[in-house]
């Protein structure tokens, strides 16, 4: 693997890891060159299904897309990159054991949202007001007391 700080090709493993899930496993490297350490993750590649959008598109899954959606509502809040990583996992898992060939967007945006009220609330109501698109204040009043409601019974 190259080093991601200057692209020389010679990188040891220091250390290796299985995730918690054991789908994937979590390698730490050092660059023979540069000497800075990096982190690589290596899962197996498997085919998830296809996303059907609400115009009827369909559209390969990409987790680049899903992280970046992840990240955009989760942007200044105090979430540990890890806790983002088992979002995504979980979320995946979901896709894998659907047995579907095509998932509709609804079902993955329904996930994505059940994943960001157990990581934090402030991302779950920014991420549902755009997925939902809501159209006054009453709908954001309903979404944050949704969020309130779900948090007091455990889910």
Known sequence: ????????PDTQVIETRDSDEGDSVRRRRKCGSCDKRFTTYERA???????????????????????????LALRKRPVPAESLEQAIEAIEARLRQSGDKEVPSTQLGEWVMKELRKLDKVAYVR?????????????????IKESGKKARDGE
Do not use: N, Q, W
């Not at 190259?2 to 692209?7: D, K, M, N, Q, T």
């Not at 991420?127 to 979404?143: G, H, L, T």
């Open 1 to 8: 693997m190259r080093c991601p700080f200057c692209a020389h």
């Open 127 to 143: 991420f549902a007001s755009v997925y939902r698109s809501f159209d006054d204040v009453s709908e954001f009043v309903a979404a």
């Open 45 to 71: 590649e498997i085919e998830l299904p296809a996303i059907v959008k609400r115009d009827g598109r369909r559209t390969d899954y990409e987790r680049s897309k899903l992280k970046s959606s992840l990240m």
